[in-house]
């Protein structure tokens, strides 16, 4: 299996398969930072990541914004002093598709991009 970070996006559509309980035991194994969450039933990926100050929070915020723009794929981000709240779903299939989680492990390496 190609490591999650570098398989392929699917383009987003409303019909979209979301995971299985299964794929989501599975998928979790290899991000292990994030925990999914149910928020007005839809389930979602979060991370939240800890910075020295502001700038640090606020530049990679800026690479997960690359990243999801050059995937066609968007988390939700909240960006604060010294912390960087990410956010994963599929907004059209109103849930998690395996695209959420490649975002999610292509989100964690953007902690080593400088
Ligand atoms: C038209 C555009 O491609 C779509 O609205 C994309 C944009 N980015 C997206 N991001 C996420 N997370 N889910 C979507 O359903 C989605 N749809």
């Not at 409303?14 to 035991?25: I, R």
């Amino acid at each position: 299996m190609t490591d999650l970070a570098q398989q392929k996006c699917e383009a987003c559509r409303a019909d979209a398969p979301l995971v299985s309980d299964e794929e989501l035991a599975e998928l979790l194994r290899e991000i292990p930072d994030w925990t999914p969450v149910s928020r007005d039933g839809i389930m979602q990926l979060e991370r939240v990541f800890k910075f020295r100050n502001f700038k640090q929070a606020l530049a990679f915020t800026n690479r997960v914004g690359e990243i999801a723009e050059e995937a066609g794929h968007h988390p939700a981000l909240l960006t604060e002093w010294g912390k960087v709240t990410v956010t994963w779903w599929s907004h059209e299939a109103k849930g998690l598709h395996k695209n959420d989680f490649i975002l999610a492990a292509r989100t964690d390496r953007q902690l080593e991009a400088e």
